[in-house]
């Protein structure tokens, strides 16, 4: 079946992708709604441990949350946000806090981070299942990956959703998910495979669960 489906590139000059407003203004309040965890707490835990904690925020969109971090918790911590349009909410920018404009998909960090995170990110995303391979490598060895994920939007060739055998290959590799809050979450450093071969991806998905148009990405299964 030809379905048209978009290279990253071409994905990333897509309407869909290059908008600068969907799912962009959280702070830390919407980051923990969303992913069921108090950043500022997780951080300053950390900071009480004797650490330097570092945080990364992929699709980090204007990074009001990596703003209000780095402006209200005290102690030493890095904070690093990722875009791929640069619509950042400062200057001035702290200087605990670096913003990025690149695409997530080749960007790659030069030290492993304590937290990773990534706020309705990866719906946009044109191979999820590569940004969640490496992810878990960029992990310190206790990190904690968490990302919002929709494994409908993980297709074959047909277009047909994967299903509970995606679900099923992601925790085999230790991933965990959870159905009813569509959460993805790696727990520590790994480094995994997963028997997926990327195809492309189709931009005229439409709405997901969040009710914005995303994107699907289409695989083989080895």
């Known amino acids: 079946m030809n379905l048209g489906l978009l290279g990253d590139a071409e994905l990333e000059r897509s309407p869909v992708v290059a908008n600068n407003a969907m799912n962009r203004e959280r702070r830390l309040a919407g980051y923990r709604r969303e992913l069921g965890l108090d950043i500022a707490r997780f951080l ?15 699709c980090c969109g204007t990074a009001n949350a990596l703003f209000e971090a780095a402006r209200t918790i005290p102690g030493e911590f890095e904070l690093v946000g990722v875009d791929l349009v640069d619509f950042f909410a400062g200057p001035p920018t702290p200087p605990r806090l670096q913003l990025i404009t690149a695409s997530i998909t080749t960007w790659t960090p030069d ?75 790696c727990p520590a450093r790994r480094d995994l495979t997963l028997p997926y071969t990327y195809l492309g991806s189709d931009d005229h998905a439409g709405p997901n669960y969040t009710g914005q148009p995303a994107v699907n990405s289409h695989y083989l299964r080895s």
């Open 111 to 185: 030290a492993p981070f304590d937290l990773i995170t990534s706020v309705h990110g990866l719906h946009y995303i044109g191979d999820k299942l590569a940004i969640l391979t490496k992810a878990a490598t960029w992990l310190a060895p206790d990190g904690l990956f968490i990302a919002n994920f929709d494994p409908h939007a993980i297709r074959d060739d047909s277009g047909t959703p994967f299903g509970p055998r995606l679900t099923r290959d992601l925790r085999a590799t230790g991933f965990t998910y959870n159905s009813r809050t569509r959460r993805i979450t």
């Open 44 to 58: 300053r835990d950390r900071i009480s441990a004797g650490a330097v904690p570092r945080w990364l925020d992929l």
